[in-house]
């Protein structure tokens, strides 16, 4: 990683951002995430190769690009100093990355600040484009490729439960989610959309403390309540539950949003734990979302010896949707990018990604639908040779297999 | 104590009198002159890495200020910066009062946190009392847990909603966000806690802080009432501690337990004040310097280690926490008193003061153990 | 070790002890009134009374574990009496902490000597000359330092000011010990066991410097387990014994009491 | 409502496990005088040796074995090379054990990643006991803590070394007057707490999952029950530790899981505050 590291402590006041037009001979793009976890290696894997595909191709128009990747180690603070490293030491021309709502959070002003174009590849706020919404000149900058964020998450979530779940058997479900901000937008209404719109029995939406090492008696409890499933939105402390609820082989199914299950070597990981669990997620190694989908991840595969994880899509995309954005107006500046981009449309790996414009229902925020970015649900499935699979559950159009109940079940 | 012995009084003039001053006080005058005019000549982003570096050099002081003169080892220093910094978040962020008064709000709020930590300490002493320090932040990132709502838990609030940066005063511009004006607010802190801290430990309060240290009934032997000063400790050090975080957060910084209250700023408070000396004040402020510097420098190094082929930026905690106890080890003295030390040996060997394990540094001692240990492994006798 | 082993005929035995005696709070500088203390079920101190008078030297004298550091540590305030009161100068000072007595004028040596160990000679006496308020900077100034070089000198530790305490022979503990109880200027001292282990030349100085400060108008109450060197200084000594008073009178009849003889023949 | 037969299992074996913690961190304190904050970070060691060695064996009792062996390894190295030489001096001892154990939680992240890693169970399936479903697992980590725990009490009761330990805890002097070589005891208590927090490491993982920051809890706890029972005391910390369990397991259930582990370390600063000598033990503020 870091082929282009840039210099410690490096750069200067040079070349601003926002001054005119014109692209330089060399284009500079950041990249963050947090190095240590899988979703902010995937988004800075994920640039440079994108960086470096589009230099073989002849760079942007006809300048060198090159990226500069920061471990934000998952931390606020660490992200706040790396991102004005990036942009006040190196000045890049955008940024790309980050992973976690708190840490987009932590960075919004400074984006603001610095006038320069960010777009978002792993953090689900709302807030966000509840920011661009209240004061759009300031925070203008700031964009999300993906993931689509937590309310259409929770809409998602409806929309899966009401074209699978009669399917899957699931009459009676508990929802479980973590007691973190980004689950909020879709606990708040989920029971009553699932009672009314889909006509399945909600025991209970339960939100579980942040740092819950024992889910013992929450499943005592589901398994007491006789669901069939655990519909859940959990993220941080994904694995503990998915792991304890395999090892008690609990009599209910187990999936929904489940950040950790889209890894691609979370089968591998868990020893196959994470069997018959389903989750949503931008996309999948072989699903195809797009003509871009499959060859990005046979690329990453090549490049990293591993498959990229959602944040990667998102990241990867973004790249090319600022190569799009300078050719289109032939700048760098922020301005000129920002009007680009909020009347592109680019056909990229996870979807077709158009951004809400200034009056929109989230304003700068990638849409969501059929039409748009819309992601796929997968399970887990083992093959014969016992080998983990993520296969695509829904939607229709690239579903691969059925639902399967946990083998214990 | 110095080496001169005339017992003529000293007027305020000779005190504050550069050229009377000694050596190392003249170099650190020059070295607070020179951070006046660093911006001057630095990029933005330097400007950035010294204000936090500067921020967090007054925890260090506020650490070293109690624990440095009292002996008494805080090891959750965080909460004061923790109190005080959510204090002045919260406030702007629920009921939308202005930084610029939430902020010593917040600080006074840490000055009665402090009150109430040295409240035990009059009662508890030494790794007891050091145990209670340590569990206490951690108890109060539970509370914000239970209140999410207000605090945002672990999280910190930037996910309840954005709390307001300092605004521009006149025609400064705002110091939570120009480079330059928010150094300069975080130099004014340091110096602010650097002049309190300087004066009080060098007047009469500070050889009764460093009494306490040494031994606490004799002070009140002497007429002295121990509590009082310890409390007062507590109560300066939360005060000045709350208003860096304070200052810290509405500036370059954020409302983060990471940020502020986590374990790991109080252990390297505690470090950096090592590193530079404890019971010093300005080791404790040149020490926190350098650790928050040394950790930036770090985390950008671009080599990458051969064998294992990592780069250093990505593992640089790790080797951070290996050197930091290795500094722990061998120069456990610190840095500053070091030199200052050598210093004065240099400049006047006759004043010499009399080093009680025969002129061995304590690297020298530790080294001579081990290789002791070694001799008594392969079958020889301990010398 | 008793000095009065080889008299015993002529003169009058000391007054007979009264155990319930009373004492008025003005009865003397300091007045102890059925001072009682107690650590578990050990009684240290058991219903002692005495009283001290302006500007004498009394000597304080049992044998060991007689209960006399106790005795002392009761009266300024390192621990609390169990029961009995303390006056001084009338006024009820029973349990106050440590550093009130001294600011009422009562201070003390340590028998185990407690320096400041951090720090030298000079600047012990300085941090004891220092007054009990948070903000005050005639340190700063060096005025403190001029004052504790002169009290260095007086207590006869001028050439050794600038030394840190643990290079001190035992006599030059004990003359900081006192530097500093007279730092804190005092009306009245307590000292605890001043000429254990002195060699004579030494005790003939720190007697004379006693004798001094009681010219200058300071009472001195001087405890020691044996009555060396003690009964040429003191002007009236208290004898106890098991935590009880055992006898009270002159040097002489001191000397000559039989019980006196007997608790030091026994003990030894 | 979760049933009352599922609290009394969490509460039986979370007692003995954190037992199993706390008699290690007490009777380092006991023998040495040594608060060591590191010994959360040797229940990282155990989880993390034995999730390698299954791995690359496919075993789960050698990984066991891994376990107790590099944890009890690492804790005498720490002794031998970092502690004994400034044992003299508590804050030193703190301030470096607490380093330590953020440089190993570094080396877990940096080598393993931050993700959460899945220990094997010890035994899979689960039991019935009075209408409620028990993991087999849990039962066996129960059983099997109790069993170190019973040989922990027959090793100082009947072994010399044993009571060289014991005897060392009650009184350095004491030690040295029966003609014990302290430095002898010192070196075997760490081996012996090592393991036993390694073999903790293990068994917490196999019913949870590791991460280079589980050992921090267990630490925090370790606190609590030892200063409840009395540092220093055997006997006190499996007391401490199922009133610490219990009182735990009560908070989860009747007020939030929110405040996991906080009602310990409340019960600790009170403790400390009213009573600092603990309910069982020695006075704490002895020299």
């Known amino acids: 990683m ?35 976890s899988p979703m902010g290696d995937s988004i800075l894997k994920s640039a440079e190769l994108a960086v470096n595909e589009i230099n073989e191709n002849g760079g942007i128009a006809g300048a060198d690009v090159e990226v500069s990747t920061k471990d934000t180690k998952d931390q606020p603070g660490t992200t706040r100093s790396v991102y004005q490293e990036l942009t006040t030491g190196e000045n890049v021309d955008a940024t ?95 029971k009553s959309q699932l009672e009314e719109e889909v006509g399945v029995e909600v025991t209970e939406v339960r939100r579980v403390a942040e740092g819950t090492e024992d889910f013992t008696p929450v499943y005592d409890q589901l398994e007491a309540d006789e669901v069939d499933g655990a519909y859940t939105a959990l993220a941080h402390t994904g694995t503990t539950a998915l792991v304890q609820w395999a090892q008690q082989q609990r009599p209910f199914g187990f999936g929904g949003i489940h950040v950790p299950t889209q890894l691609p070597s979370f089968y591998e990981a868990t020893q196959g734990a994470a069997i018959s669990t389903f989750s949503q997620t931008t996309a999948t190694a072989n699903s195809e979302v797009t003509e871009k989908t499959v060859p990005y991840a046979n690329a990453y595969q090549e490049e990293y010896d591993s498959l990229p994880v959602y944040t990667g899509y998102s990241a990867y995309d973004a790249v090319y949707m600022i190569k799009e954005a300078i050719e289109a107006t032939e700048s760098v500046d922020s301005d000129d990018l920002v009007s680009e981009l909020e009347g592109m449309s680019y056909t990229g790996t996870g979807g077709n990604i158009e951004f809400f414009g200034p009056d929109g229902r989230f304003p700068h925020d990638v849409r969501y639908g059929a039409d748009y970015s819309q992601g796929v649900y997968f399970q887990w499935q083992a093959d014969e040779s016992g080998e983990g699979h993520q296969r695509v559950l829904w939607p229709d159009d690239l579903q691969e297999v059925d639902y399967q109940s946990p083998p214990w079940a | 104590m110095s080496g001169q012995t005339q017992s003529d009084l000293k007027s305020w003039g000779d005190i504050l009198n550069p050229v009377e001053m000694q050596r190392h006080q003249q170099v650190g005058l020059l070295g607070i002159v020179a951070l006046f005019v660093l911006p001057l000549v630095i990029p933005a982003i330097y400007a950035i890495y010294l204000s936090s570096a500067l921020f967090f050099a007054t925890f260090v002081m506020s650490w070293d200020f109690v624990s440095g003169y009292t002996g008494e080892i805080s090891f959750g220093h965080g909460l004061f910066f923790g109190v005080g910094g959510y204090t002045s978040g919260m406030l702007n962020l629920h009921m939308g009062i202005d930084p610029w008064i939430a902020a010593p709000i917040g600080a006074v709020a840490a000055g009665i946190a402090g009150l109430l930590i040295g409240f035990p300490s009059l009662r508890v002493q030494g790794p007891y009392f050091s145990l209670i320090t340590l569990v206490t932040p951690i108890i109060l990132i539970s509370v914000f847990r239970f209140f999410p709502d207000l605090t945002g838990g672990e999280l910190g609030l930037v996910s309840v909603g954005t709390v307001e940066k300092f605004s521009a005063i006149g025609p400064i511009p705002s110091p939570g966000f120009d480079p330059y004006s928010g150094y300069y607010l975080a130099l004014f802190v340091f110096l602010l806690a650097l002049v309190i801290f300087v004066a009080i430990t060098r007047s009469d309060a500070g050889m009764v802080l460093t009494a306490i240290r040494a031994d606490e009934i004799s002070v009140a032997a002497t007429g002295k009432n121990p509590a009082k000063f310890k409390l007062f400790a507590f109560v300066l050090s939360g005060l000045v501690g709350g208003l860096a975080g304070a200052m810290y957060g509405h500036s370059v910084g954020g409302f983060n337990v990471s940020e502020l209250l986590a374990l790991i700023i109080s252990i390297e408070v505690i470090v950096a004040a090592i590193l530079g000396g404890i019971g010093t004040i300005t080791g404790a402020a040149i020490g926190g310097l350098f650790f928050y510097l040394l950790r930036v420098f770090m985390r950008n190094i671009e080599f990458t280690i051969p064998v294992v082929n990592v780069p250093v930026g990505e593992i640089y905690f790790l080797l951070f926490g290996i050197v930091t106890l290795g500094f722990l080890f061998y120069l456990p003295e610190g840095i500053v008193p070091r030199l200052v030390g050598e210093w004065r040996a240099r400049s006047e060997p006759q004043a010499g003061e009399a080093v009680a394990d025969g002129g061995k540094s304590r690297g020298e001692r530790i080294v001579e153990e081990w290789t002791d240990d070694l001799r008594e492994l392969f079958g020889g006798e301990r010398r | 070790m008793s000095s009065g082993a080889q008299s015993g005929d002529a003169e009058p035995p000391a007054e007979p002890v009264d155990d319930a005696r009373n004492f008025d709070p003005d009865d003397g500088v300091l007045v102890a009134d059925g001072l009682t203390k107690r650590f578990g079920g050990l009684t240290a101190v058991d219903d002692l009374s005495f009283a001290v008078e302006e500007q004498e030297i009394l000597g304080f004298i049992g044998p060991n574990g007689a209960g006399k550091s106790t005795t002392f540590n009761c009266i300024t ?82 050439d050794e000011m600038h030394r840190m305490p643990d290079e001190l022979p035992h006599a030059g503990m004990l003359r900081l010990e006192l530097a500093r109880a007279m730092a804190t200027d005092p009306d009245m001292m307590l000292i605890d066991e001043p000429f254990a282990g002195l060699a004579e030349g030494e005790i003939g100085q720190i007697s004379s410097l006693l004798t001094e400060l009681r010219e200058e108008g300071t009472t001195l109450v001087v405890v020691d387990h044996n009555m060396r060197g003690l009964l040429e200084l003191i002007d009236r000594a208290i004898v106890i014994n098991f935590g009880e008073l055992l006898a009270e009178g002159t040097p002489e009849e001191i000397r000559e009491n039989p019980d006196v003889q007997e608790a030091y023949l026994g003990s030894e | 409502m979760v049933s009352a037969i599922t609290i009394a299992t969490n509460v039986l074996m979370l007692g003995a496990l954190y037992s199993l913690v706390a008699i290690g961190f007490t009777l380092i304190f006991g023998v040495g005088g040594v608060l060591n904050l590191s010994h959360g970070a040797i229940i990282t060691v155990g989880a993390y040796s034995a999730y390698a060695v299954d791995a690359a064996t496919g075993s789960i009792v050698l990984g066991a ?37 953020i440089v190993v939680e570094q080396l877990a992240l940096v080598v393993f990643g931050g993700e959460e890693l899945l220990v094997p169970q010890l035994l899979g399936g689960s039991i019935s006991v009075l209408g409620d479903s028990i993991q087999a697992n849990r039962i066996l980590v129960f059983v099997l803590s109790w069993v170190l725990i019973g040989g922990l009490f027959y090793f100082v009761d009947r072994t010399r070394t044993g009571k060289a330990i014991l005897a060392t805890s009650m009184s350095d002097k004491g030690a040295a007057l029966a003609g014990i070589d302290s430095e002898q005891v010192y070196t075997y208590t760490w081996v012996l707490a090592g393991a036993l927090a390694g073999l903790a490491g293990l068994f917490l993982a196999s019913f949870q999952t590791a991460n280079p920051l589980m050992g921090r809890n267990p630490l925090l706890l370790s606190f609590a029950i030892v200063v409840l029972g009395g540092l220093g005391s055997i006997r006190g910390s499996v007391i401490g530790a199922y009133l610490i369990s219990f009182l735990d397991q009560m908070t989860i259930t009747f007020l939030s899981e929110r405040l996991a582990g906080v009602s310990a370390l409340v019960v600790l600063v009170l403790v400390l505050l009213v009573r600092p000598k603990g309910l069982f033990g020695r006075e704490l503020v002895e020299e």
Not at chain 3, 101 to 119: H, I, Y
Not at chain 4, 78 to 90: A, D, E, F, Q, T
Request: contains cysteine; charged residues 20%.
């Open chain 3, 77 to 158: 305030g390192r621990y609390p009496p169990t029961d009995g009161t303390v006056y001084y100068r009338g006024e009820d000072v029973t349990g106050l902490p440590a550093y009130e007595m001294v600011g009422k004028g009562l201070a003390r040596t340590f028998q185990e000597f407690r320096p400041f160990e951090d720090r030298t000679i000079l600047a012990n006496v300085q941090t004891a000359l220092v007054p009990d308020e948070l903000f005050s900077t005639s340190g700063l100034r060096g005025e403190t330092r001029a004052e504790a070089i002169k009290l260095c000198e007086r207590v006869g530790l001028g």
């Open chain 1, 96 to 190: 790309v990355g980050i992973f976690g709502s708190e840490q987009l959070l932590s960075i919004m002003g400074n984006i603001a600040q610095q006038s320069t174009v960010h777009l978002t590849a792993g953090a689900a706020t709302p807030e966000a484009p509840a920011l661009v919404e209240e004061d759009y000149e300031t925070n203008k900058y700031w964009f999300r490729v993906g993931p689509i964020n937590s309310v259409f998450l929770g809409e998602s979530q409806v929309q899966f439960a009401a074209d699978r779940f009669e399917q899957m058997g699931w009459e009676k479900i508990a929802f479980l989610a973590e007691d973190y901000k980004w689950t909020e937008p879709i606990t708040n209404n989920i």
């Open chain 4, 65 to 101: 074995i891994a376990a107790a062996v590099i944890s009890g390894a690492f804790s005498l190295a720490l002794y031998k090379g970092l502690i004994s030489k400034v044992r003299h001096n508590p804050v030193t001892v703190l301030i470096l054990t607490l380093v330590v154990a």
């Open chain 1, 2 to 36: 870091g082929t282009a590291l840039a210099g410690c402590l490096g750069g200067g006041n040079g070349n601003g951002n926002g001054g005119g037009g014109g692209v330089p001979d060399t284009i500079t793009i950041g990249a963050l995430g947090p190095a240590d």
